[in-house]
């Protein structure tokens, strides 16, 4: 306190010096605050309540406001993601889906073709194709995250509503590839300006193969494919060996053939993923699925041969701007050969081992990241 005590001083002094005009201004608001005091309060309390209820319609009016935008931002993404919901649809069945005529026990007119779809903004398509006895939901955790619009077909008869289904009595390979290309240029119709990328996963990479050859000879019937991802293809017959055991069951024994085919595991990580395989498998109808085996292990070359193998992959190649083949763990003893025969035809980079097993192909993480990266370019 001591060192305030020279303001002090000059204060004092400032007054006495000037005392007389110092006198006068008190008096004037003495006077003034004596004789409007009451007007003096009215005017400090009006002010008051009014700066007080102005900052009150102010804050609630920046609170109405952020709330409006935050109900409408809400709003809009629920419809966003009601947007981006996996939806199941289907296509119908037309004869026109067909370039040529159908064999009699092809009923497939007037049938429905079913998949799985989700919609985003994205300005790719990403096109998915099953394995032997399965269906379009083995994709759905991936199809959940995935940042390109995506759908999923099943292939006709594959779904475990259509199992005792008179309508949906086993086709042929060729009418499956027919309906698949009628499937894909219907979404191709749909979203004309999307670019699509193709994934094939085990037997659907047959699929995919049957389709380059269907389109090289109807190439009036061919969308434009921007990508194609094999994932675990078949190479000859020893890359076939659940598929070749469906291929040979007899349908009209269900229970004692599966258990046969459950017999095939040496090792518990292949009894778990046979196991997971046949649970699925079970609940479809076996007679579509032994005939879709069947013609597929017609399809390929004895144990040791890769030259069919190797045309259907430049087949691939030639209907799309990029395209890789991914091999799971099972298929390591084998991938060297494939390799060094890739080596010899120049295309070396089109082939690559991922240490999955090979449902694991059809996990959300995986099929994200390879999926973008082939997308990218990467």
């Given at each position: 306190m001591i060192q305030h005590w020279p303001l002090v001083e000059r204060a004092v002094a400032f007054a006495a010096r000037r005392k007389a005009a110092v006198t006068l201004v008190g008096g004037a608001l003495g006077a003034a605050i004596g004789i409007y005091s009451d007007e003096a309060r009215a005017v400090i309390g009006w002010t008051w309540s009014h700066v007080i209820a102005?900052?009150?319609l102010v804050i609630l009016a920046v609170t109405g406001i952020a709330s409006l935008a935050w109900w409408a931002?809400?709003?809009?993404e629920r419809r966003r993601e009601m947007r981006r919901e996996v939806v199941k649809r289907f296509f119908d069945i037309h004869a026109d889906d067909f370039e040529e005529d159908l064999p009699s026990d092809n009923a497939v007119i007037g049938r429905q073709l079913w998949y799985l779809e989700r919609r985003t903004e994205s300005s790719d398509l990403v096109v998915l194709l099953h394995g032997l006895g399965l269906d379009a939901d083995d994709f759905r955790p991936f199809m959940?995250?995935?940042r390109q619009h995506t759908a999923a077909i099943t292939l006709f008869g594959h779904n475990a509503e259509e199992a005792r289904d008179g309508r949906y009595r086993p086709i042929g390979i060729v009418a499956h590839t027919d309906l698949i290309s009628g499937a894909i240029n219907n979404l191709h119709r749909q979203y004309p300006y999307k670019r699509i990328t193709l994934v094939g996963f085990s037997v659907g990479c047959d699929m995919l193969f049957r389709l380059a050859?269907?389109?090289?000879?109807?190439?009036?019937r061919q969308p434009k494919i921007k990508s194609v991802l094999l994932l675990d293809p078949n190479i000859n017959h020893s890359t076939m060996v659940i598929s070749g055991k469906v291929a040979h069951l007899n349908p009209d024994q269900p229970l004692a053939e599966l258990k046969r085919i459950a017999q095939i595991p040496e090792e518990l990580v292949e009894f778990q993923n046979f196991c997971e395989y046949l649970h699925k498998i079970s609940g479809k109808d076996l007679g579509q699925v032994q005939r879709h085996a069947a013609d597929l292990w017609d399809y390929w070359e004895p144990d040791g041969q890769y030259e069919l193998f190797f045309q259907r992959?430049?087949?691939i190649r030639s209907i799309s701007d990029r395209t890789k083949v991914f091999f799971s763990i099972h298929f390591e003893h084998r991938f060297n050969n494939v390799v060094a025969l890739a080596r010899q035809r120049g295309i070396?980079?089109?082939f690559d081992l991922r240490r999955v097993d090979h449902f694991e192909f059809c996990q959300d993480t995986l099929l994200k990241?390879?999926?973008?990266?082939?997308i990218r370019g990467g």
């Open positions: 102005g900052g009150t931002r809400g709003l809009a959940n995250v995935a050859e269907l389109w090289r000879d109807h190439p009036e992959v430049e087949r070396r980079q089109v990241r390879e999926v973008g990266a082939l």
